[in-house]
């Protein structure tokens, strides 16, 4: 059933879990997740991209979203992810799709995204639909090698407890050293963990990491097998994902992962049956192997059984 991101992160902030939000860009990826979440009994966030809107259209996913989570008992949140333009943003508001929108305003100065913020999130709350703000860069830790650095591009603790307050978000997107893509790190996956304890000692409202794909070995190998390009590809580990959710983290970001479970098994499929045309059939083992991504990061997260 379709739920907003305000009730379903509550839950997980009062008994210190994280939920899934997974990048979904057609068909096949909404069936995929779902089979997850319901096979997992979790619940489930959708996220749709700017690009994604752009690929397959606002009203085709918002249908076929809708009617995924109709059939679902699992709590099923529909949101905008990164919207930086803010009339998608509205657009996405009055679109009656969406249970919850992403207004990405990091890049404007504090008091800028401040205001934005603010006015979307008035706009979003009479309609019964929740708000993830962002603030601070995300971006690499390795990129930053000093405090002063970090200091300047990460969030800053005191500025995100003025943020939630004078904005009325539901839930903050920080920066501790995520970055979006496959290649987050060439050395070990890092991540500022004092700054998130300090945060959420100050900000009462649930935390999302984004940038958060972990690029599992075992299918990065397959994609690395049948011809893919990622040599150097590397994500957050699986231990560093439960640290922050124990240290308050409750969203958590994932694309990356889904796109090279689809890669992988899309490209095995048609080297090992090149006598086979139906799309059907080739998407068929690229959705399996999606699903049995997206399962093992539930059971991560903590949300298995939660929905
Ligand atoms: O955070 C960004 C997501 O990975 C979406 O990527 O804009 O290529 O759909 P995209
Ligand atoms: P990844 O690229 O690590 O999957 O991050 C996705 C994300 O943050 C979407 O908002
Ligand atoms: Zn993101």
């Not at 210190?16 to 319901?38: D, H, K, P, R, W």
């Not at 918002?62 to 009617?67: A, D, F, I, P, Y």
């Not at 390795?142 to 004078?166: C, I, L, W």
């Not at 397959?222 to 957050?236: F, R, T």
């Amino acid at each position: 059933m379709l739920t907003t991101l305000s009730v379903v992160l509550k839950k997980a902030k009062r008994d210190q879990y994280a939920v899934g939000a997974f990048n979904i860009n057609n068909l096949e990826m909404i069936q995929a997740v779902m089979t997850a979440s319901e096979a997992e009994k979790s619940p489930v966030i959708l996220s749709t991209s700017e690009g994604a809107i752009e690929y397959a259209g606002m009203d085709e996913l918002g249908t076929l979203v809708h009617l995924a989570a109709e059939r679902s008992k699992r709590p099923v949140v529909f949101h905008l992810d990164h919207g930086k333009d803010v009339k998608l943003v509205e657009r996405a508001i009055k679109s009656g799709w969406y249970t919850s929108v992403m207004f990405d305003g990091s890049s404007l100065p504090f008091k800028e995204n401040i205001k934005a913020t603010k006015r979307l999130v008035d706009m979003a709350h009479k309609k019964g639909i929740s708000v993830e703000a962002e603030l601070g860069a995300i971006a690499g830790i390795e990129d930053f090698v000093s405090v002063e650095a970090r200091d300047a591009h990460f969030t800053n603790p005191e500025q995100a407890a003025e943020f939630v307050e004078k904005t009325g978000c539901d839930a903050l997107a920080i920066a501790i050293g995520t970055s979006h893509g496959a290649y987050k790190f060439k050395e070990a996956s890092a991540l500022d963990f004092k700054r998130l304890q300090t945060i959420r000692k100050l900000v009462n409202i649930p935390l999302v990491l984004h940038g958060a794909s972990g690029i599992p070995a075992d299918v990065k190998k397959v994609c690395l097998d049948y011809g893919c390009k990622i040599e150097d590809a590397k994500g957050v580990s699986d231990a560093h994902i439960k640290k922050v959710v124990s240290l308050g983290i409750n969203k958590v970001n994932i694309d990356s992962d889904l796109r090279i479970a689809f890669d992988a098994g899309v490209r095995r499929f048609l080297h090992d049956n090149p006598e086979v045309i139906d799309p059907r059939k080739i998407l068929g083992p690229a959705k399996d192997l999606i699903t049995q991504v997206v399962r093992q990061k539930m059971k991560m997260l903590g949300c298995s059984g939660k929905g």
